[in-house]
């Protein structure tokens, strides 16, 4: 950008991408004011670059709303910066913009799901499981429903986002673990997914990412499932459902190997949902095409952020106070609740199943 004596800002350069989202091509912006060509609702009165410019700070994510050329308000988030030269001495100054339409639709839409609405989808889903004539205990959007022909056979909804856990508890119930043994963890993942797919009950996409298996036997002490040693000693099998990798690279959950989205299956023959013994989903819509810009952090100082410390350990694995690092990469970190945003990792993995996350944005933008 170029000033005059009155300290207005003129376009020196217009980004492609700005260019489409305000409606004026790119050569009719150079040489105007930018608050003719953006016209947003801060342009006059608190103009992000002149914040900058007076207090020598960053504007980090200031959400706005910019004019179009057709009379349309875009909100937009604005970051701005400061550039200086090796000495120190100012050079210049950057602006940068966000479109946040896609993400305030979905804002609206989850708002619009707190209403009546909300209540009706929960029951059409619950009457997909075949809980038809049951009346749901309901707490504010949660919607908890019993078998009446089974009451050992429970669905749990989230009305608002509609995820849901369905789950048969076979602590009450455990003669059924005993009819058969499962002959393969193919069977199990192909006979669930056909499930899943027939019923429509889940995001498709949810299917087609990385899929992981577990087996499962009964701890009658404990009173519930844990890992099996093989196959043939399980009594069920555990089915992850893992997210498709974006831009190349992993979306990982909390616990790392441990999905939010899950199957039980097991030789259940005779229960109302066959086969199945527990579906868990928990699912956020991602805005592939929505994206910020953020300076990460380099590997050294993550590293360093782990030996430190700072890091969340999620699998301290068997290891003792030392810890091998055999592999340092970049993930998305996909949150157990709902986020505007898939934030960077960094992700350590070291001997006997150690795994650590660490923040990959520079701290300052996101204190």
């Known amino acids: 950008m170029q000033k005059d004596i009155f300290g207005y800002e003129s376009m020196a350069e217009l980004a492609k991408e700005l260019a489409k989202r305000t409606g004026i091509k790119k050569e009719e912006a150079i040489g105007q004011f930018c608050f003719e060509v953006l ?9 992000a670059l002149k914040c900058s410019l007076k207090t020598g700070k960053q504007t980090i994510d200031r959400h706005v709303t910019i ?53 009706e989808e929960a029951k059409k889903l619950a009457k997909r499981f075949d809980f038809e004539e049951e009346q749901p205990v309901v707490d504010s ?50 006979n669930v997914q056909n499930y899943l797919e027939y019923t429509n009950l889940i995001d498709n996409s949810i299917l087609k990412g990385k899929v992981t298996t577990e087996p499962l036997t009964y701890d009658d002490r404990l009173k519930k499932m844990v890992t099996a040693t093989s196959l043939s000693a399980a009594h069920a099998v555990k089915i992850h459902y893992f997210r498709n990798d974006l831009e190349g690279m992993p979306v ?27 579906i868990s989903y928990t699912f956020w819509p991602i805005a592939e095409n929505e994206y910020g810009t953020y300076p990460l952090i380099s590997g ?7 030996v430190s410390g700072k890091a969340e350990v999620i699998k301290k694995g068997n290891n003792g106070n030392l810890v091998n690092i055999r592999k340092i990469y970049l993930a998305y970190y996909d949150s157990s609740t709902p986020q505007l945003y898939l934030q960077p990792i960094f992700v350590f993995e070291g001997d006997n199943d150690f795994v650590a996350y660490y923040q990959a944005v520079a701290p300052e933008y996101t204190e």
């Open 141 to 190: 959007v949660y919607y908890y429903y019993k078998s009446a022909k089974d009451p050992n056979l429970t669905l749990f909804i989230d009305s608002v986002h509609l995820n849901f856990q369905l789950r048969y508890n076979y602590t009450e119930n455990q003669s059924i673990l005993n009819l058969g043994q499962i002959a393969s963890k193919e069977e199990a993942i192909e």
């Open 67 to 119: 004019l179009r050329s057709n009379g349309k308000e875009i909100p937009v988030s604005v970051s701005t910066s400061i550039l200086k030269n090796e000495k120190g001495k100012f050079v210049g100054r950057v602006e940068s913009f966000r479109d946040l339409s896609t993400i305030e639709e979905l804002k609206k839409e989850i708002k619009k799901s707190y209403t009546f609405e909300s209540g």
């Open 252 to 278: 990982l959950p909390d616990e790392y190997d441990k999905s939010y989205n899950y199957a039980i299956y097991a030789k259940t023959l005779g229960v109302q949902l066959e086969n199945v013994l527990e």
């Open 39 to 47: 016209r947003a609702n801060i342009c006059e009165k608190s103009c």
């Open 300 to 306: 050294e100082k993550a590293y360093e952020a782990l």
